[in-house]
């Protein structure tokens, strides 16, 4: 007997109106639809004015749901006064070819996609792996913006992981600076003396710099700490002091800290445990993309820290967190008086300007993939076999597929005998 194993989706293309057409002269205008994130607190918008003031400038047709944009202070006017159209939610999704979004979508939105539309954004397909195998059968296009190869430079402007912990770090700074009961900075006042306060910034990528900065303009006494040891210059760079540890340097590909062996992590936990308890602000950045992440804070550092200490947890999710206690989206008090803030999500707290940078990368994306007036998908490209988690009917994506327990996609058909 003989098989053939399935082949690569080649280069594509889809028609703007993201439905079957006959061939023309020129190809309808590229539509995309901006749609109101429904999850629980978000705030922020995949496209906000001045992103479809560009795209309208490109030739672009914009359809907006109205009031999709009004957590984050940017009304229907706004949107109008950049050239989109103003529609219900059910013209939206049923009228555009792309829909950007800024997390997986809702079971409303999932359903009623459909072939030939392209959806984008920060979709987290390996803890999705059901709904994505959903939206690859049914032909959606899928583009999950995390799965960017960060390294490359060319792709640094579709980089949204990297734009979105930028503000959350920044925020994390205001977050922490408010839950703490004390002056961050040295005050010298007629009634005495305040030492500044001190602060640790554990993990020093995008989020953890700005973190950084953002408390050294308050005043406290930061450090940053990281396995990374050639992130030294960075965090000296902003006038903190730097700690790392014993253990074996901790870089690792993609940007990422590499996971360490089991008694690497422990000797590892000692020796920052052992540092935490002289500072009265913690702040932990580490997510690790579709896995848990790494307690870096255990129970018994978290007793040890002094009454009034604060926690804020960026890397806390349902998973977990980076903090023993921390809860998405939750500030609770341990028994001991240490503030512990989930604060997984906290780009969301500043949402204008997180929505502004993120819509940038959407349209880098947009720029690299539907170049002209359709989407082309192009599996050789090396951002593209990355971010593109579906299209042409299959499961595309290496890391996706191997999760979903699929075979790798061959380079080219091969026949075998059985």
């Known amino acids: 007997m003989t098989t053939t194993a399935p082949a690569t989706p080649r280069k594509t293309t889809a028609p703007a109106s993201g439905k079957s057409t006959e061939s023309t002269d020129h190809a309808p205008a590229l539509v995309v639809g901006v749609l109101a994130e429904t999850a629980p607190g978000e705030r922020r918008v995949?496209?906000?004015?001045?992103?479809?003031?560009?795209?309208?400038?490109?030739?672009?047709?914009?359809?907006?749901q109205s009031g999709a944009g009004s957590a984050a202070t940017f009304e229907d006017a706004a949107y109008a006064g950049a050239g989109a159209s103003i529609q219900t939610r059910k013209q939206v999704i049923a009228k555009s070819t792309v829909i950007p979004v800024l997390r997986y979508p809702d079971a409303e939105l999932s359903k009623a996609l459909r072939s030939g539309q392209l959806l984008v954004g920060l979709l987290d397909p390996l803890n999705n792996l059901e709904g994505i195998a959903d939206l690859a059968h049914r032909s959606v296009t899928t583009v999950a913006l995390e799965l960017l190869p960060r390294t490359l430079s060319r792709a640094q402007s579709m980089d949204?992981?990297?734009?979105?912990?930028?503000?959350?770090?920044?925020?994390?700074?205001?977050?922490?600076a408010d839950a703490y009961a004390r002056y961050l900075p040295m005050m010298i006042t007629a009634s005495g003396t305040a030492t500044p306060a001190t602060a640790i910034v554990i993990g020093t990528g995008v989020a953890g710099l700005q973190a950084i900065a953002t408390l050294k303009r308050?005043?406290?006494?930061?450090?940053?700490?990281?396995?990374?040891?050639?992130?030294?210059?960075?965090?000296?760079?902003?006038g903190a002091k730097f700690l790392t540890s014993s253990v074996a340097e901790g870089a690792g590909a993609g940007g990422y800290a590499r996971a360490m062996t089991a008694d690497e992590q422990k000797a590892q936990q000692s020796e920052l445990a052992t540092a935490l308890v002289d500072f009265d602000i913690i702040i932990t950045t580490a997510k690790v993309p579709g896995r848990k992440p790494p307690e870096l804070v255990s129970a018994d550092t978290v007793k040890s820290l002094r009454a009034g200490s604060v926690c804020v947890d960026l890397g806390s999710s349902d998973k977990g967190g980076n903090v023993a206690g921390s809860v998405p989206g939750a500030t609770?008090?341990?028994?001991?008086?240490?503030?512990?803030?989930g604060a997984g999500d906290l780009a969301s707290d500043l949402p204008a300007s997180s929505s502004q940078m993120y819509a940038r990368n959407i349209l880098a994306v947009l720029a690299a993939i539907a170049p002209a007036d359709e989407i082309v998908i192009d599996p050789d490209d090396e951002v593209q076999k990355n971010i593109v988690v579906s299209f042409d009917g299959t499961i595309t994506n290496a890391a996706v597929r191997a999760a979903s327990k699929l075979e790798p996609l061959p380079s080219t058909p091969v026949a075998a005998k059985a």
């Open 332 to 341: 609770i008090v341990s028994e001991n008086g240490v503030t512990i803030i």
């Open 218 to 238: 308050l005043g406290a006494v930061v450090t940053g700490y990281d396995v990374r040891v050639a992130s030294r210059g960075e965090v000296e760079s902003l």
């Open 46 to 64: 995949a496209v906000d004015p001045s992103a479809v003031e560009r795209l309208t400038k490109a030739g672009r047709v914009v359809l907006v």
């Open 160 to 176: 949204a992981l990297s734009s979105q912990s930028s503000a959350a770090g920044y925020r994390a700074g205001i977050v922490a």
